[in-house]
């Protein structure tokens, strides 16, 4: 069983920073993608930020040159930093991983607030 621990999250004033973490149980090298999605009140639930096995990264426009996706190999481990925070990044984070031939995995999820 695949197991991800997600960290980091919290409340945060507009213009700060958070750093979420996401622990997974098996190697990044069983992994064809990784990354972290997000879902506010009301909305669906949308990719924020992916980096491929091959370690291209795509991000959602509105988050471009704010926040950066990258990962510790040795750790297992998926990272989101997120600068120049804004209100409507409000949501809950959900971490992501997908398996090489397998399946999706998600994390339990991190709340993120930001205050104006």
């Known amino acids: 069983q695949v197991q991800l621990v997600e960290s980091g999250g919290g409340l945060v004033q507009a213009g700060g920073s958070l750093r979420l973490s996401c622990a997974a149980s098996?190697?990044?090298?069983?992994?064809?993608?990784m990354g972290w999605y997000r879902q506010a009140p009301g909305k669906e639930r949308e990719s924020v930020a992916i980096?491929?096995?091959?370690?291209?990264?795509r991000y959602l426009d509105s988050v471009k040159d704010r926040f950066t996706i990258s990962r510790d190999n040795a750790k297992n481990t998926v990272y989101l930093q997120m600068n120049s925070l804004k209100p409507e990044d409000t949501a809950v984070y959900y971490c992501?991983?997908?398996?090489?031939?397998?399946?999706?995995?998600w994390g339990q999820g991190t709340q993120v607030t930001v205050s104006s």
């Open positions: 098996v190697s990044i090298f069983r992994m064809n993608a």
């Open positions: 980096i491929t096995r091959g370690g291209t990264k």
């Open positions: 992501y991983i997908q398996i090489l031939y397998g399946s999706d995995y």
